[in-house]
């Protein structure tokens, strides 16, 4: 009886869906002058109408078999473009679907069509999805039919399974802000569990406060010479960029070839959206996996998933449009409002943050709630939204704000899927860094970086740098300290046939590199004074920088603040001279990042003031991470009461490689030691969960 029950609703649900869409082809027909229904035998209400029921029907098919095979031969397209296609995609469809009505014809222009679809799709979708909403009982069969469906795939039993683990990564949302946020309800499903289930622990980052080091060390195990977000190999001359998929391979296979172990996910684990793969044999919009090509390339196979259901393509398209316009709105109202401090969010920002923050967020989260339901034992997954968003508007903009409650409203879906999961799953959320807000220091001093340390070796510079402040200090230091005039080229260009190289100046949020590429190892202090003796003095001095690391002959590594203060890196001391106002742990941090091997000739931090958490970034960030100073060093993790504490009591977390080791332990404590790599074994590549399982088969608060 429960059975035919079941059929009765489905078929039902069925043909509301058609009635509904053919009423709604009826309505456009009216609406749009460019779009018409004709019947064969005339054009009386009741024949238009059947004409419109044949090209629902003829559309919903098409969308529900053609759709998929179309998706996939787009497969190798870049996400942002398969995400604009979706329109052009729906809209062929309806022309197709117009031109198979056996009682009729229909006629619309192509940008018509467009519309058409879209509309049909998204009335189709919200049909469907209310009717879900309202019947609990089949929207939780529909989900157990899945996880069922994915169990007989993989050739599972019924016997019951150890508890999985679902860590969700919040790119960039430090402790401090995620408190805050808890605090004043923009996150309710993490408060419920931090009232109920799960406990909250901080910890801290290496210098390298970024998500190439601590994604590396969390997933991989060793955050080793990784010193910044991008960096200088002098033997290679090569600037290694760790969002770079070519960067991230390496990165990944130095890291394998130092730990011994494909990394946290070996064992039946799935990958989703993040740097590094994990070692993870399921991988779905990973980088190090975009960078292979070939036949058996896979690596955007979680959005093909995903778009091979026209509801969720048009949905997720139609959010990415409202996710431009929100922006676009927002960056002018804040131009308007002559908010400081501000950065330029033009050219392709718009789309860039439309696609971060919804086609991402919705890709991955449908792979997790797939993950969930296929029954996989250790799923990771990055959500960037936040991250994006935050360098651009601030971190405690009410931009940023307002896309961490739509994460949260992510983090009920994944909790909703778990309750229909083959087996149980603890959930682990956290972070991988925080970000610190500030004027960018090329606002706060009218020059970059790289020209202040152009200005400071006697190179050219504009004449914009000169007129500063900061540009002519320097350039009278090196007058006085050369004993000669400083060349007035207006223009920094390369340098002469015969001369030395310029300096390599790279940066990091608000950590900058300078290395010197002809010189071959890190260069010393005293050989950088006898070539460029302002240099040091001009860095050191400036009021928009901390402090500098650089390796003297005499003392080894020191450490160069205002005021001619020089420490030996063996004698620095938290909260004292160079790091005065810089959180704990900060000189530990230097020590280590000064055993790498690609450690940059000089390193830069910027200024930190204790006070309002500020600092300055050497790249256009008015949030920013990637150095020391405030809320980028102190990101969070929190844990279900059911796993061991991640420390002991009073004891503190430290640098993503203990993180690696609390979480490797949490997969032990329910399902035995992970696996280690086996040399030359392959990661195979493949879609997510069907994308049956929609982000929007609940509804998600809207967007």
């Not at 064969?40 to 238009?48: A, E, K, L, N, Y």
Request: some cysteine; hydrophobic content about 45%; overall charge positive.
């Amino acid at each position: 009886m429960g059975r035919w029950r079941t059929t009765g609703s489905a078929l039902l649900r069925v043909i509301v869906v058609w009635v509904v869409s053919t009423l709604t082809l009826m309505l456009l027909a009216g609406l749009l002058p460019d779009f018409k229904l004709t019947s064969d035998s005339g054009d009386s209400i009741t024949r238009v109408a059947l004409t419109a029921g044949w090209g629902a029907a003829a559309f919903g098919l098409l969308s529900a078999l053609v759709w998929p095979l179309v998706v996939r031969a787009f497969l190798l397209v870049p996400a942002l473009v398969l995400g604009l296609l979706v329109f052009f995609l729906n809209g062929s469809l309806l022309l197709i679907a117009l031109r198979l009505i056996p009682t009729g014809s229909g006629a619309a222009e192509p940008e018509t069509a467009v519309i058409v679809a879209a509309v049909m799709s998204a009335v189709a979708s919200a049909t469907s999805t209310a009717l879900a909403v309202r019947d609990d009982d089949a929207y939780r069969r529909r989900l157990s039919r899945l996880a069922e469906r994915r169990r007989r795939r993989r050739g599972e039993g019924d016997a019951p399974q150890p508890p999985g683990i679902v860590f969700i990564q919040l790119d960039g949302v430090g402790e401090r802000f995620l408190r805050d946020a808890v605090k004043r309800g923009l996150m309710p499903t993490v408060a419920a569990w931090l009232r109920e289930t799960h406990r909250l622990t901080p910890w801290r980052t290496d210098w390298s406060s970024q998500t190439g080091a601590s994604q590396l060390g969390i997933l991989h195990g060793t955050t080793f010479d990784v010193p910044a977000f991008r960096w200088y190999e002098k033997e290679s001359g090569e600037v290694m960029v760790s969002n770079r998929p070519s960067s991230a391979v390496e990165l990944q296979r130095r890291a394998v070839e130092r730990t011994g172990d494909g990394g946290l996910l070996t064992v039946d684990g799935a990958s989703r959206g993040n740097l590094f793969s994990g070692g993870a044999d399921q991988v779905a919009l990973v980088l190090t996996a975009a960078a292979r090509r070939g036949r058996r390339n896979r690596s955007r196979a979680g959005y093909f998933a995903y778009f091979s259901d026209p509801a969720n393509a048009v949905r997720t398209a139609g959010s990415f449009l409202a996710e431009v316009a929100r922006e676009i709105g927002q960056s002018t109202r804040a131009r308007l409002r002559k908010q400081t401090p501000r950065i330029g969010r033009g050219g392709l920002y718009p789309l860039i943050r439309a696609f971060a923050t919804v086609v991402e967020r919705d890709v991955v989260v449908a792979a997790v709630m797939g993950d969930m339901l296929a029954g996989r034992t250790a799923v990771y997954a990055d959500l960037v939204a936040y991250d994006e968003v935050a360098h651009h508007s601030g971190p405690h903009s009410a931009d940023a704000e307002k896309v961490l409650s739509r994460l949260d409203r992510c983090l009920a879906l994944i909790a909703d899927a778990a309750e229909h999961a083959p087996r149980d799953y603890r959930v682990v959320l956290l972070s991988d860094h925080g970000q610190s807000p500030g004027e960018t220091f090329e606002s706060a001093f009218g020059l970059t970086l790289k020209d202040l340390v152009r200005a400071g070796c006697g190179l050219p510079v504009s004449r914009r740098a000169r007129r500063t402040r900061s540009g002519a200090e320097a350039r009278y230091a090196v007058r006085v300290a050369l004993r000669r005039p400083v060349e007035e080229d207006p223009v920094a260009g390369p340098c002469p046939p015969g001369s030395r190289p310029d300096p390599v100046v790279l940066a990091s949020g608000n950590l900058g590199l300078v290395s010197f590429p002809d010189v071959e190892g890190r260069m010393t202090r005293e050989h950088i004074d006898r070539r460029h003796p302002a240099l040091l003095a001009t860095l050191a001095a400036h009021p928009g920088i901390g402090f500098l690391l650089v390796r003297s002959q005499a003392h080894g590594a020191v450490v160069l603040g205002a005021g001619r203060v020089e420490v030996p890196l063996a004698e620095l001391a938290d909260g004292q001279g160079p790091l005065k106002g810089f959180p704990a742990g900060a000189a530990d941090a230097i020590r280590r990042t000064d055993t790498f091997p690609h450690t940059a000739d000089i390193m830069v931090n910027s200024m930190y003031d204790p006070d309002t958490g500020r600092v300055h970034a050497f790249e256009e960030q008015i949030g920013s991470h990637g150095g020391l100073g405030g809320e980028q060093s102190r990101p969070f993790l929190i844990s279900p009461l059911a796993l061991s504490a991640p420390v002991a009591d009073e004891g503190e977390l430290v640098g993503a490689e203990q993180v690696h080791r609390v979480l490797r332990r949490w997969l032990r404590e329910g399902q035995g030691p992970q696996i280690p790599l086996v040399a030359g074994a392959p990661t195979r590549v493949e879609a997510a969960a069907p994308a049956e399982i929609l982000v929007g088969e609940r509804d998600r608060g809207g967007e």
